[in-house]
């Protein structure tokens, strides 16, 4: 009984221990829950609140900035698209350009006919002369002018042509004829507009002087015209020529060649004839310049 009573003593009393327990348990870990929810915002939320008050103006900064960015680069946008859709962007650099550049250059040999009246400057002897500039830029364009005809047609021609193969020349052609012609037109309109200078200061208008005058002018359109309107197409012939001519195994030999099988072709024969058209004017108008060149030479020698 005593073990009974003893166990039956202690079993109520350690349940209700247990039972203590737990509820204290139960009762510690709400609090320390409701501590917890109720601090964090405490420490918490108040920083929360700081940065998002910092960040504010800087947002707004940014987004101004961005907003006029965009707006500056729509207009520059809009601006650059409409006047590539005007009648003068295409004109200068679509259509024609060449077209253009011949009317300046046609307007600049109309300049320089005609006779203009400024302050002439003489000498302590009463005579009137340049300066000496004038005379330097003159005389080094066209000596500059003439030393390239003489080299172009009669020694570097000549000497590649006999030299290397048919593709290698005309590789080597394709290079010369555009810095050629760009730098013959370039020495002409030089030698022009200093020649006018010249009399102009000197007051000396005569037939003498006109006829020089005139010959230049040819001169420098005459090389304008080549570079601008025969040697694009001689250059585009020269290309298909040779590619036609690559895939038939032509044109590998030094000097004149035999145009084997390509002669049956119709395609071949008509680039062939164009391309020997347009060179043919071309070497008439290089030697046509020459000869002007060659006139005005005989005038400064006299």
Not at 189 to 205: R, Y
Not at 265 to 292: D, E, K, S
Request: proline letters at 4%; glycine letters at 4%.
């Amino acid at each position: 009984m005593c073990g009974t009573a003893n166990h039956n003593n202690f079993k109520p009393g350690h349940g209700h221990h247990h039972l203590w327990m737990s509820m204290a348990d139960s009762a510690a870990y709400k609090y320390l829950a409701n501590n917890e929810t109720t601090t964090a915002p405490s420490t918490e939320h108040p920083p929360a609140v700081e940065k998002v008050e910092l960040k504010k103006p800087n947002d707004t900064l940014m987004t101004a900035m961005m907003t006029v960015t965009k707006s500056t680069v729509h207009k520059c946008t809009s601006f650059l698209e409409d006047v590539q859709k005007s009648q003068a962007y295409k004109v200068m650099f679509f259509v024609q350009p060449a077209h253009v550049i011949m009317m300046l250059a046609v307007t600049l040999v109309a300049a320089s006919m005609l006779p203009n009246n400024i302050k002439r400057t003489s000498n302590a002897n009463g005579e009137i002369k340049p300066r000496s500039f004038v005379n330097f830029v003159y005389l080094a364009a066209f000596c500059t002018h003439v030393g390239a005809q003489f080299w172009m047609t009669f020694i570097s021609g000549l000497s590649l042509y006999f030299n290397l193969t048919r593709h290698a020349f005309g590789d080597v052609q394709r290079i010369l004829f555009p810095k050629y012609f760009s730098l013959n037109s370039v020495l002409s309109a030089i030698t022009l507009i200093q020649f006018s200078k010249i009399h102009v200061a000197a007051n000396m208008w005569d037939v003498y002087t006109y006829t020089q005058l005139f010959v230049l002018s040819l001169c420098f359109l005459l090389e304008l015209v080549i570079r601008l309107y025969a040697v694009p197409p001689l250059l585009r012939l020269i290309s298909m020529k040779m590619a036609i001519e690559k895939s038939a195994g032509v044109g590998t030999v030094v000097g004149n060649y035999d145009l084997g099988r390509l002669v049956d072709c119709p395609h071949y024969m008509a680039i062939h004839r164009a391309f020997r058209q347009v060179h043919l004017c071309v070497a008439m108008g290089n030697v046509i310049t020459m000869m002007c060149t060659s006139f005005h030479l005989m005038y400064i020698a006299s």
